[in-house]
Structure formats: structure tokens, C-alpha cells
Nanobody, 125 residues
């Protein structure tokens, strides 16, 4: 069983930065792909960034050049550094791990089977 706990959300002005963290409680964290997703009110959940067991990363076009995903396998922790935040980045952010180990994933939620409770990010103009 995988448990995920996000932290680091908050309220910032446009142009500001936040760093999200996701602490995982699981065996062999390093073998899972992990990612960040977000969901704004009235919108579907969308993939923001993912990183697989080989540190290959993928980003949504809307965040490329502004967000950086990283993982520290020694701490079983996933990060999302968010710079130059925009009002349209306002959403609940969730971390997730892949359903299976040793797989490559895309930005679709269907590849992910374990989810955290989310952390809120609000960006004001």
C-alpha cells in the first residue's frame, strides 16, 4: 500500500514561486513513476509533470520552462518547484505514483493508481 502526503501549497502573487513536496510511504519508492496533477474548480484533473524510475521527465506545455519536477529516492520524496506562477496555475495539486513498478508513463491519470489528498495553490494577479 502506498501513502502520499503533499505539502507546500499556499497563496502567492503572480510571478511568485512555491515548492511542493510529496512524502511517500512505500517500499521501493525508486521503482515507481511519480507525478504531479492539478484540478481547478469545474475542470478535469490534468497532468502537470511526471518523472519515472530513470529520472525521465515530462511536462504539460502550460508549465514548461516554469516548473521543475524532481525526486529524492533517499527520502522517498517528490518535489515540484513552481516559478513564475500565473493565476491560471490556481488549483488543487495532487501527487501520485504509478500503479505498477518499472514502467514509463505519460501525463494521463490512467497510469497512476495511488494518490495523495492534495495541497491547494492559489495565485492572485
Amino acid at each position: 500500500q502506498v501513502q502520499l502526503v503533499e505539502s507546500g501549497g499556499g497563496s502567492v502573487q503572480a510571478g511568485g514561486s512555491l515548492r511542493l513536496s510529496c512524502a511517500a510511504s512505500t517500499v521501493a519508492f525508486n521503482t515507481y513513476a511519480v507525478g504531479w496533477f492539478r484540478q481547478a474548480p469545474g475542470k478535469v484533473r490534468e497532468g502537470v509533470a511526471v518523472i519515472d524510475f530513470g529520472y525521465l521527465t515530462k511536462y504539460a506545455d502550460s508549465v514548461k520552462g516554469r516548473f521543475t519536477i524532481s525526486r529524492d529516492n533517499s527520502k522517498d520524496t517528490l518535489y515540484l518547484q513552481m516559478n513564475d506562477l500565473k493565476p491560471e496555475d490556481t488549483a488543487m495539486y495532487f501527487c501520485a505514483t504509478s500503479s505498477r513498478r518499472w514502467v514509463k508513463v505519460g501525463l494521463g491519470a490512467e497510469d497512476f493508481g495511488y494518490w495523495g489528498q492534495g495541497t491547494q495553490v492559489a495565485v492572485s494577479s
